[in-house]
RNA sequence: GGGCUGGUAGCUCAACUGGCAGAGCAGCGGACUUUUAAUCCGCGGGCUGUGGGUUCGAGUCCCACCCGGCCUACCA
């Protein structure tokens, strides 16, 4: 597939600009002002210059993003990354020469820079008067519609730079993303957290459940797994003497990837020794209202057609309250399998005849359970088969001290008592290794390692996770993971752009290459993005 | 994995029951010295996702495949 023609018009360009010893792609800028400060400044001296242009110099630099020709003077949009502002380019003021030569290789997408004069136009936008224009890169990919912007879903996705550079809700969302992240690290190095880093190739994956990535590490010559969970590292060091630990990071499941999964997503975990699970729910509390007010300023955040309150506090609900509220099934009286697989086919609930009785439970809980809470709520004390890492109650050991956080119907964060008595420990492994055997592939593999280090001891400690990317589709108010993860995982295409074949015949405007390569036959292979 | 749905110019979208593949923006040429999606005149631009098939004739119908989206399943 060759170049458009656009494209070829603007390689056409570079190769006049190189004729004329003029370099299309200069090492430097030497912008003075950004377009949102050189605006700032002009509001400040502007009372002070009896409707006449600022007459202090200014330089501005940016992409172009709009031109528009009057003939003997044109208009044009630059944008940073601080905002925009209008250049105007006069002919008595340019030169004729040199607004020609603007017309003739200036293009949208370009970044120029301009050496002027501040001053409002007849219509009253603030604007840079022209004296001096130089090409500061010259683009050879045309924008988008200018009106539609890029809205095809899978090309927002694959090129996310044409999607950023086009539509400025998109770079707001990971400017939020940003500022919760930060927020997060501030409300816990405020309160004496520990920021560590722990392994992200693992030998022995656990920490939750799910299908592992595999990798193969040659120097060791042994099979390592990529973090479904930071979770029992984390431990460790609480077992290690740290008091209160956590880390942000990537975990990966080799799992299906829907609106509310991606197989590679950020993670905040942290644990705080001599805490239980009340004591970390009330931190939950105060970290998401913490973050949302850093963030968002706000504690009222639209959802799709809901309003969401985070004023706290939020309602807590039990496990099994829950599950008979919605359901009207007292899953501590209903302890047999085949009654209570009777009774969710009653309901609807999608299970079969052989899953297991605690899966029965969760189906119960997503389905009936989670789409009715939007509003942020807790819910709590899980029954133990769910949870081989938290803390039986003492008072009902078929219960855990657990709770996860539910807001619009998202499942947000999952916390509990840690489970810190080594032969528990070992014993849920061991459930989890019949589960495994029988063939539930997610069930998680025994960490004898992990055991030995609560055999030194770990005190009481509550732990905590919570899915970043699905807190900040809750801020943005965006429906899909896929919009706040910046490079979301696609499928290859099969077919690369094409561009290692169409850009051979330009490779002579590269300077100071006087063989060019192309002429070789060598294959054509490119990555298809 | 299953169901539904989509892929047409650089971008956003049309094209009836199978009958000459179109528009807007962008581009190219021209006019215009305070515009704001500038305006006006003119002109180019297509492997209709890929490969087969049916037909006098396929963007349209059939089959297979590729890549998306939604739902579903899986994801404690």
């Not at 520990?194 to 920490?207: A, D, I, M, R, S």
């Not at 009785?357 to 997503?366: G, H, M, Q, T, Y």
């Not at 807790?378 to 949870?387: E, I, Q, T």
């Not at 290794?433 to 593999?445: F, Q």
């Amino acid at each position: 597939m060759p170049l458009n023609d656009q494209q070829q018009a603007r390689l056409e360009k570079i190769r006049e600009l190189r004729a004329q010893g003029v370099d299309p792609y200069p090492p430097r800028s030497s912008r003075t002002l950004a377009a949102a400060d050189a605006v700032t400044r002009f509001v400040e001296v502007e009372p002070h210059l009896g409707g006449q242009p600022d007459p202090e110099p200014v330089t501005v630099a940016g992409r172009v993003v709009s031109i528009r020709d009057m003939g003997g003077s044109v208009f044009s949009h630059i944008r940073d990354g601080s905002g925009s502002i209008q250049l105007f380019l006069r002919r008595d003021t340019l030169g004729a020469e040199q607004l020609a030569w603007f017309k003739r290789y200036v293009d949208l997408n370009d970044f120029v820079e301009a050496d002027g004069h501040l001053f409002r136009t007849r219509s009253g936008e603030i604007s840079l008067q022209v004296t001096a224009l130089r090409l500061l890169s010259k683009a050879i990919n045309p924008p988008p519609d200018k009106w539609h912007g890029l809205t095809d879903v899978e090309t927002r996705y694959r090129q996310r730079y044409v999607d950023l550079m086009t539509n400025p809700a998109t770079r707001q969302v990971f400017v939020t993303r940003a500022l919760v992240i930060r927020a997060i690290r501030r409300y816990l190095d405020e309160r004496g957290f520990l920021e560590v880093e722990t392994p992200t190739l693992q030998p022995v994956y656990g920490g939750a459940a799910a299908r592992p990535f595999t990798t193969y590490y040659h120097a060791l010559d042994q099979t390592f797994y990529l973090r479904i969970s930071d979770e029992l590292y984390l431990k460790r060091l609480i077992v290690g003497g740290y008091d209160r630990v956590y880390e942000i990071c990537k975990d990966f499941r080799n799992e299906g990837i829907d609106a509310r999964h991606n197989p590679e997503f950020t993670m905040l975990e942290f644990y705080v020794a001599y805490a239980d699970y009340y004591d970390i729910m009330k931190m939950c509390e105060e970290l998401i209202v913490f973050t949302a007010q850093e963030a968002l300023g706000t504690l009222l955040l639209s959802w799709g057609p809901h309003m969401i309150d985070l004023t706290p506090p939020w309602p807590r609900i039990s496990f099994r309250e829950a599950l008979l509220r919605y359901t009207g099934i007292d899953f501590l009286t209903v302890t047999d399998q085949p009654t209570l697989y009777r009774l969710a086919r009653e309901l609807g609930a999608d299970v079969r005849p052989d899953t297991v009785w605690p899966r029965i439970l969760d189906e119960l809980l997503k389905t009936f359970v989670r789409p009715e809470l939007i509003q942020p709520t807790f819910v709590y004390d899980y029954p133990v088969a769910l949870s081989p890492l938290a803390k039986r109650k003492p008072e009902d050991p078929r219960l855990v001290e657990r709770f996860q956080l539910f807001v619009g119907g998202l499942e947000l964060a999952n916390a509990y008592t840690e489970l810190n008595d080594p032969l528990d420990q070992f014993y849920r492994f061991l459930e989890q290794a019949r589960d495994r055997m029988r063939g539930d592939e997610e069930a998680m593999p025994i960490d004898e390692d992990y055991i030995n280090a609560l055999m030194y001891g770990m005190p009481p400690t509550g732990g905590f996770g919570l899915g970043i990317d699905r807190l900040i589709m809750l801020f943005t108010n965006r429906q899909t993971i896929r919009e706040v993860i910046l490079f979301p995982q696609l499928r290859s295409k099969p077919e690369p752009l094409g561009l290692t074949e169409d850009l051979q015949p330009y490779l002579d405007l590269v300077p100071g290459i006087h063989d060019p390569l192309a002429g070789e036959d060598f294959p054509v292979e490119a990555n298809s993005g």
